[in-house]
């Protein structure tokens, strides 16, 4: 499923487990207009502002990708959004070894 209908201000909280610290690539996936989101873990910014880009439609899905890095463990992780856009996933793929 996906979340639309995103305004100003709008946030997404989510506990996550980090299995290994590390770097990490995250792909946000995305359809609709242009819009400003950031990723934070624990209360602190894990991304810089990640601007999204226009698709033809609301359902025309396509990545954003950046790498972060992560520490270990249970953690709280919020999507701090600005409207624009609809989200459908997050993914977090680990880089290296």
Same mark, same amino acid.
């Given at each position: 499923? @996906? +979340? ?10 989510? *506990?996550?487990? +980090?299995? @290994?610290?590390?770097?990490?690539? $995250?792909?946000?996936?995305? @359809?609709?207009?242009?819009?400003? $989101? ?11 502002? $990640?601007? *999204? ?16 890095? $992560?520490? @270990? ?5 919020? +999507? ?12 977090? +793929?680990?880089? =290296? =070894?």
């Amino acid at each position: 499923s @996906a +979340v639309g209908w995103i305004d100003d201000g709008e946030w997404l909280r989510y *506990t996550v487990n +980090v299995k @290994a610290p590390g770097r990490y690539r $995250l792909v946000v996936r995305h @359809a609709g207009g242009e819009g400003d $989101l950031r990723i934070e873990f624990e209360g602190g910014d894990a991304t810089e502002t $990640l601007r *999204t880009t226009s698709t033809d439609n609301w359902q025309d899905w396509t990545d954003l990708a950046t790498e972060i890095d $992560l520490r @270990a463990g249970v953690q709280t992780m919020f +999507v701090r959004c600005n409207s624009g856009y609809n989200l459908r996933r997050l993914t977090f +793929v680990p880089l =290296g =070894g």
